[in-house]
Antibody, heavy 118, light 111 residues
Framework: QVQLQESGPGLVTPSETLSLICTVS????????WSWVRQPPGKGLEWIGY???????DYNPSLKSRVTMSVDTSKSQFSLNLSSVTAADTAVYYC????????????WGQGTLVTVSS | QSALTQPASVSGSPGQSITLSCTGT?????????VSWYQQYPGKVPKLIIF???SRVSGVSNRFSASKSGNTASLTISGLQSEDEADYYC???????????FGGGTKLTVL
């Protein structure tokens, strides 16, 4: 069973870049699409983007200008960079397996809270 | 593109049946059978419970059922139990550049 674990700073300064890594275990990173979803405190889920190890990533148009995702197959990791962050980017960030054929997110990582504050 | 529309809250008594709605457009719910539902307890990770509009994930109680009519998807929970109290999110593929849409979520309270 695929398992995912997010890692990265819990505090980011406004205008800086938020960087997170998701480590995949229990399955090959080349077999699936990988995604990031975030959830601001007390609010709903927002899809950020997904990526395949050998393809062009797709991003939520609302974040596209600030988002970069990549896959490192040698480390079985994929990453998220979100630039020019503001307080509105404060959220729990989840990495998840995106089952492309079914268009579902399963399983998910435990999530990591990232706070944007000076 | 805006998120799918879900009622902010729904409540029911133990043993009752309740239905949560999720409204989209012909570009998402109405046009494709890629509607899924997620259950999330406070402070916990979202859990996939329904995919392909009506298919229940293995291990999910058969008290959970789902359907779609036009641009609206529905999740029905029968024989409501206290353990069903959670937030529920619908999700759909969309043919627009947004690709993936979540609903705003419905908080289910079991009275």
């Amino acid at each position: 069973q695929v398992q995912l674990q997010e890692s990265g700073p819990g505090l980011v300064t406004p205008s800086e870049t938020l960087s997170l890594i998701c480590t995949v275990s229990g399955g090959s990173i080349t077999n699936y699409y990988w995604s990031w979803v975030r959830q601001p405190p007390g609010k709903g889920l927002e899809w950020i983007g997904y990526i395949y190890h050998s393809g062009r990533p797709d991003y939520n148009p609302s974040l596209k200008s600030r988002v970069t995702m990549s896959v490192d197959t040698s480390k079985s990791q994929f990453s998220l960079n979100l630039s020019s962050v503001t307080a509105a980017d404060t959220a729990v960030y989840y990495c998840a397996t995106y089952r492309f054929g079914k268009k579902v997110f399963d399983p998910w990582g435990q999530g990591t809270l990232v706070t944007v504050s000076s | 593109q805006s998120a799918l529309t879900q009622p902010a809250s729904v409540s029911g008594s133990p043993g009752q049946s309740i239905t949560l709605s999720c409204t989209g457009t012909s570009s998402d719910i109405g046009g494709y059978n890629f509607v899924s539902w997620y259950q999330q307890y406070p402070g916990k990770v979202p859990k996939l419970i329904i995919f392909d509009v009506t298919s229940r994930v293995s291990g999910v109680s058969n008290r959970f059922s789902a359907s779609k009519s036009g641009n609206t998807a529905s999740l029905t929970i029968s024989g409501l139990q206290s353990e069903d109290e959670a937030d529920y999110y619908c999700c759909s593929y969309t043919s627009t550049s947004t690709l993936v849409l979540f609903g705003g979520g419905t908080k289910l309270t079991v009275l």
